[in-house]
C-alpha cells in the first residue's frame, strides 16, 4: 500500500532470510509454529491509519452508550453464560477488510469484531523478529495509540495480573498445547510468568480453583481466558470439576461473556461509513434479490464455520432460527499488497485494552492476515505463498 516501500521490502526480499525468520520464530519459546506466518508484514499510509482509528472509534462510541448491556442483552447465549460479568470489556478487536473505496483509494471496511484477546504477547514478539530479519522504517509502528514496545508490554502485564502474584494467575484453555495459537501462550508465560492451563485441570472446591503448579496445590484468583465455548461444548469427553458458568471467587481477565457481546451480534448496531450493511436475517420483510453482492453468517460460530459466501435463496428458506443469522454485504477485498506471484488481499485487526482507571479502551497494538483465497484463513489458502499471519507497521505521525 505504501509503493516504494512495497518494492524496496520485495527487492531485498530472501528465501534463506524468511528461513531463518521461521527458525526464530519456531525455536524462541521452544514451540513451532501451529499456522503459517506470512513473508511480509503490511505497510499501512497516515491516511488510511487515520480511516482504521475513526472506523474504531466508531465502534468504540457503540461500546461505551450506557445502554449497551441493554442493546446486547440477547447477544449471550443462556447455556453459556457466565456469573460476574464486569461493568466492561478487558479486551476488543475490529477486524477491517483493506478494499477500494469510490475514489479508487484503498478504505477499511468492517468485517468483523471481538471482546475476546487474541495474540495479545504473541504479536509484540512477532514485532522484534520482523524488524530483526527484515528493512523495518522506524518511521512505521505497529503499536497504536502512541504505545512503545516497552509500554505496550507493561501495559498488557498490567490488565493480565492486575497487581496479583504471576503463579495465582491462570490462562485458561482447551489442552492448551494443541491449540493452533498456542504459541501466544508460551510467549505470555514467558513475559508474565502465567501458566497455560487446560479446564479439565482445574480444581474446583467450593467456591474456590486450584490448580497444580509444579506439584504444588496453588489457588486460582485471576483468569486470562481464552477458552471459546464453541469449542467446549463439543468436548463432551473431558471430564471437568469446574464449568464456567459456575459462580465462584474468581477475578476474569477477559470475562467470558463479552466474546458474544462485541461479536457479530453487535454489528448491526454500528454506525460508521465503514461497515458495511448489515441486519439480522429475521428483520428482513423480503430477501434481497441481488444475493450475490451479500454473505450469510451464523451468530454463534468461530473461526468461519458455517459462513456462506455463495448465498442462495434456497440456503435462507432453510434456515429455522434466523434471528440467530447475519444477512452482511459482501465486502470486497482489494489485492492490496504486492507479492512476486500477484496480488494478496490482507486484513487488520486493530486491537484495543480497557483497564478499570481508563474511560475508555484505547487501541494497542494491530496483527495482519494476507491470503488469496476467498476469505480470509488458513483453509482457505493452502499451499500459497506469501500468506498467513503478519502483522501492519503504520506510518507514524
Known amino acids: 500500500m505504501v509503493d516504494k516501500l512495497r518494492k524496496d521490502y520485495n527487492s531485498k526480499?530472501?528465501?534463506?532470510?524468511?528461513?531463518?525468520?521461521?527458525?526464530?520464530?519456531?525455536?524462541?519459546?521452544?514451540?513451532?509454529?501451529?499456522?503459517?506466518?506470512?513473508e511480509t508484514p503490511i505497510f499501512i499510509p497516515k491516511k488510511l491509519k487515520n480511516q482504521l482509528l475513526e472506523a474504531c472509534e466508531d465502534i468504540v462510541e457503540l461500546v461505551c452508550r450506557p445502554d449497551f448491556k441493554e442493546l446486547t442483552k440477547n447477544a449471550v447465549p443462556q447455556n453459556v453464560n457466565v456469573p460476574n460479568e464486569d461493568a466492561h470489556p478487558l479486551f476488543a478487536v475490529f477486524d477491517f477488510g483493506i478494499c477500494i473505496g469510490e475514489n479508487g483509494e484503498y478504505v477499511p471496511r468492517l468485517i468483523e469484531m471481538q471482546g475476546f484477546p487474541s495474540l495479545y504477547a504473541h504479536k509484540h514478539f512477532l514485532d522484534g523478529a520482523y524488524r530483526k530479519y527484515f528493512d523495518i522504517p522506524d518511521n512505521y509502528t505497529s503499536f497504536l495509540g502512541g504505545m512503545t514496545p516497552d509500554t505496550y508490554k507493561k501495559l498488557l502485564g498490567d490488565a493480565l495480573l492486575a497487581g496479583l502474584n504471576p503463579e495465582n494467575v491462570i490462562l485458561l484453555e482447551i489442552e492448551p498445547e494443541k491449540q493452533g495459537t498456542n504459541?501466544?501462550?508460551?510467549?505470555?508465560?514467558?513475559?508474565y510468568g502465567i501458566n497455560p492451563v487446560c479446564i479439565s485441570k482445574v480444581i474446583r472446591e467450593g467456591r474456590k480453583?486450584?490448580?497444580?503448579?509444579?506439584g504444588v496445590k496453588t489457588p486460582i484468583l485471576r483468569i486470562y481466558n481464552r477458552v471459546i465455548f464453541d469449542e467446549l461444548l463439543k468436548r463432551t469427553d473431558m471430564d471437568l470439576q469446574f464449568h464456567l458458568t459456575e459462580d465462584v471467587d474468581v477475578q476474569w481477565a477477559g470475562h467470558p461473556n463479552w466474546f458474544?457481546?462485541?461479536?457479530?451480534?453487535?454489528?448491526?448496531?454500528?454506525?460508521s461509513k465503514y461497515a458495511p450493511?448489515?441486519?439480522?436475517?429475521?428483520?428482513?420483510?423480503?430477501?434481497?434479490?441481488?444475493?450475490e453482492n451479500y454473505v450469510l453468517k451464523p451468530l454463534f460460530s468461530f473461526a468461519g464455520e458455517g459462513i456462506i459466501f455463495h448465498v442462495t435463496k434456497e440456503d435462507i428458506e432453510k434456515i429455522q432460527d434466523p434471528e440467530n443469522y447475519l444477512l452482511q454485504q459482501k465486502v470486497q477485498y482489494a489485492e492490496a499488497v504486492e507479492s512476486p506471484d500477484g496480488g494478496?488481499?490482507?486484513?487488520?485487526?486493530?486491537?484495543?485494552?480497557?483497564?478499570?482507571n481508563q474511560e475508555r479502551p484505547i487501541p494497542v497494538i494491530n496483527l495482519a492476515r494476507l491470503s488469496k483465497g476467498d476469505l480470509i484463513g488458513v483453509k482457505f489458502n493452502k499451499n500459497k505463498t506469501w500468506v498467513g499471519g503478519s502483522i501492519a507497521y503504520m506510518e507514524e505521525d
Open 260 to 271: 458474544y457481546r462485541i461479536s457479530k451480534y453487535t454489528v448491526p448496531f454500528v454506525n
Open 183 to 191: 504459541i501466544d501462550f508460551y510467549v505470555t508465560q514467558a513475559y
Open 13 to 38: 526480499f530472501t528465501d534463506e532470510r524468511y528461513v531463518q525468520f521461521l527458525d526464530y520464530l519456531d525455536t524462541s519459546f521452544n514451540c513451532k509454529l501451529r499456522y503459517r506466518s506470512a
Open 344 to 356: 494478496v488481499k490482507c486484513e487488520i485487526r486493530m486491537m484495543y485494552i480497557w483497564l478499570d
Open 209 to 214: 480453583l486450584y490448580y497444580m503448579n509444579n
Open 277 to 291: 450493511n448489515t441486519k439480522f436475517l429475521s428483520d428482513y420483510k423480503e430477501i434481497p434479490q441481488d444475493l
